[in-house]
């Protein structure tokens, strides 16, 4: 689990083909690797994956067809945010993120406001229903409240603060982003069909 707090922006330094699937070297920036050991859990730009290698400098991770399918930026050097999986202790200052990208979104809208940046995305249709106004979306893995809904786009402000340490400043419109829903927002919606597929009988 994530909370969708970006600890670093670090850049894929390369991309190794491994079959169908790639091989990624993620150079960490300010990330501390000092507890990190292998087969432990980073989300980047989130999408939680495992390390497979790393030093105090860098990480590599394998990045599955699949992963690659249903997600974008990683499958060429880029600027990523980098966040290290939760630990029991910590605090929660975002959301709770799962690191699973539920769908990918187009931007239709960056542009100043005053001191920030509203940011408009356009979600797949089957995301849009998750969505609320004051819900939490994570974007790239950075937890994020949403501002405004209209159809299946939806806006929210970005601070000074977040657009100086994320690669949301990178962006722009017609960039393509990964989405992941509240996962309070998920278990309503299974909960409801259950609900519905029996019947509303519960016993």
Request: hydrophobic share 45%.
């Amino acid at each position: 689990m994530f909370t969708g707090i970006v600890q670093a922006v670090g850049q894929i330094a390369q991309v190794t083909p491994v079959g169908d699937d790639v091989q990624l070297n993620i150079t960490v920036g300010a990330l501390d690797m000092a507890d990190v050991q292998l087969g432990d859990s980073i989300a980047v730009n989130g999408v939680c994956l495992t390390v497979t290698a790393f030093d105090a400098a860098s990480f590599k991770v394998h990045v599955s067809r699949e992963s690659l399918n249903c997600t974008v930026g990683l499958d060429a050097p880029r600027a990523v945010n980098l966040e290290k999986a939760l630990r029991f202790n910590d605090r929660l200052g975002g959301h709770l993120v799962s690191g699973h990208v539920d769908g990918i979104g187009q931007i239709v809208r960056f542009e100043p406001v005053g001191d920030c940046m509203l940011l408009a995305v356009r979600a797949p249709n089957l995301l849009s229903r998750f969505i609320a106004v004051k819900g939490s979306i994570t974007i790239d893995g950075v937890s994020l409240t949403v501002n405004q809904v209209e159809k299946d786009t939806f806006s929210v402000n970005l601070i000074p603060h977040t657009l100086s340490v994320t690669s949301l400043q990178t962006l722009g419109v017609g960039s393509r982003v990964n989405l992941e829903i509240d996962l309070i927002a998920r278990y309503v919606q299974r909960m409801a069909e259950w609900e519905q597929d029996n019947n509303g009988d519960s016993a």
